[in-house]
């Protein structure tokens, strides 16, 4: 009996309208239910990033688990059968699989393969993968009919047009994603470069207000002990904003700044600043080890701890911990291979930890982004700055975090 050419045409144009890998699936095991006496059928395609292997996509049937289970991938090289069906242009028949030279015998015992009926999927010379039919253990041997072969043989041929249309709807589908991502990149980019460029003008009138009122401090005299502690503090506070615009104005500027430092003075004095920012409810507390001194910049490293400390009281909120610790690390070049963040030396380090919600998985990779924020007030820089900060100063910076167990940013500087 000769194939149905208008079923066929019917399958042919379902299994072009389809979208997605599911919806090609569905159509073609209904098919073959439809045109074969077989239950069971497969899809397996070569692995376009190693050509020497072929994997299952897709096997119908009682053995399914078990199939993708026991022989998830193919060796092309270590199979002769799989050899013989790519290279072939006709149906590779195997009565009984058992019986059989080509197949692998400790496979077929475990799936109880009886007969298989496989067809190369091939666009023009290039040979995509196989279509296979077939029976396992009680279902016995079932040899196929020539109008079998004949229709599995064609829909091959349909089949692995429609494979190649959705290999190419796929990278489409991924190129304009990337394409997308790149153009919101370059507009980030560009609304980071329009700031920088007002920040400046902004920077440089700041400074002169700023020394107006350091000014207008100096000249007052405290009455009490408790008045000379506050314009201290506000002495301290305006002398660090003005180093702050002083930063702002110079990072046009390729002089550096850079300097011996120590880390726990530097906390030390971060933390004054900012202390009157954090709700009294919050404990911040400073854990200073002995750490050697590190080379850098003052002010941008008060910068990159000022705006981790915020971070970490906008995570807490109106209670919680905060401690910064700083110690002396050395990472070894073992722990650089299996940590892909980390590079080998001594370092000293800041680490700030909060005991807030933690970060959720799907945004970790993110948090770096400029304008990237989960705030209604963020700017999305503040992580930004740090990230450029350590980067500026050949440092390390990484982040740790679980949901309920809060947040630790480890800060490395290259020691001296």
């Known amino acids: ?83 013989e069906i790519l290279e072939s242009g006709e149906p590779v028949v195997v009565v009984e699989a058992a019986e059989d030279p080509r197949t692998d015998k400790q496979i077929v015992a475990l799936l109880k393969n009886r007969t298989l009926v496989n067809v190369a999927m091939a666009v023009g010379t290039e040979r995509m993968g196989t279509f296979g039919v077939g029976t396992y253990g009680d279902e016995g041997v079932m040899v196929p009919t020539e109008t079998e072969l004949e229709w599995l043989v064609v829909f091959a041929t349909q089949l692995a047009s429609a494979v190649v249309r959705l290999n190419l709807l796929a990278r489409q589908e991924q190129d304009t994603a990337a394409r997308v991502k790149l153009e919101r990149h370059l507009e980030a980019l560009q609304r980071v470069e329009l700031m920088g460029v007002l920040a400046a003008g902004v920077a440089h009138d700041l400074n002169n207000y700023l020394q107006v009122i350091h000014g207008n401090l100096t000249s007052l005299e405290p009455r009490t002990r408790e008045d000379a502690e506050t314009f201290e503090d506000m002495l301290h506070a305006t002398t660090k904003a003005s180093e702050v615009a002083r930063q702002l104005l110079s990072l046009g500027r390729s002089a550096s700044l850079k300097q011996g430092l120590d880390l726990n003075r530097r906390v030390e004095s971060t933390l004054k600043l900012v202390r009157s920012a954090i709700p009294r409810g919050v404990t911040v507390s400073h854990d200073a080890g002995q750490v050697p001194p590190v080379e850098g910049d003052p002010v941008q490293i008060d910068q990159a701890l000022a705006n981790l400390l915020i971070n970490a009281r906008d995570a807490v909120g109106d209670t919680g911990k905060i401690v910064v610790a700083v110690s002396d690390q050395e990472l070894h070049a073992e722990f650089a291979r299996s940590n892909p963040w980390a590079k080998a030396g001594r370092y000293g380090r800041v680490r700030v930890h909060d005991d807030g919600p933690g970060i959720p998985p799907e945004l970790l990779e993110r948090i770096y982004d400029p304008l990237f924020t989960t705030k209604a007030t963020g700017t999305g820089l503040g992580l930004a700055v740090v990230s450029r900060v350590v980067q500026q100063h050949r440092g390390l910076l990484h982040v740790e975090s679980r949901a309920g167990a809060g947040t630790s940013f480890d800060l490395y500087l290259p020691a001296q």
């Open 1 to 83: 009996m000769a194939i149905d050419l208008k079923a066929m045409l019917l399958h042919a144009g379902e299994l072009q309208r389809a979208t997605t890998l599911g919806e090609l699936l569905q159509v073609t095991h209904a098919a073959v239910r439809s045109h074969t006496r077989y239950v069971h059928s497969w899809l397996a395609v070569v692995d376009s990033d190693d050509p020497g292997f072929m994997y299952f996509v897709n096997v119908t049937g009682s053995q399914e688990a078990l199939v993708l289970a026991t022989c998830p991938r193919l060796s092309v090289a270590d199979d002769v059968l799989v050899q």
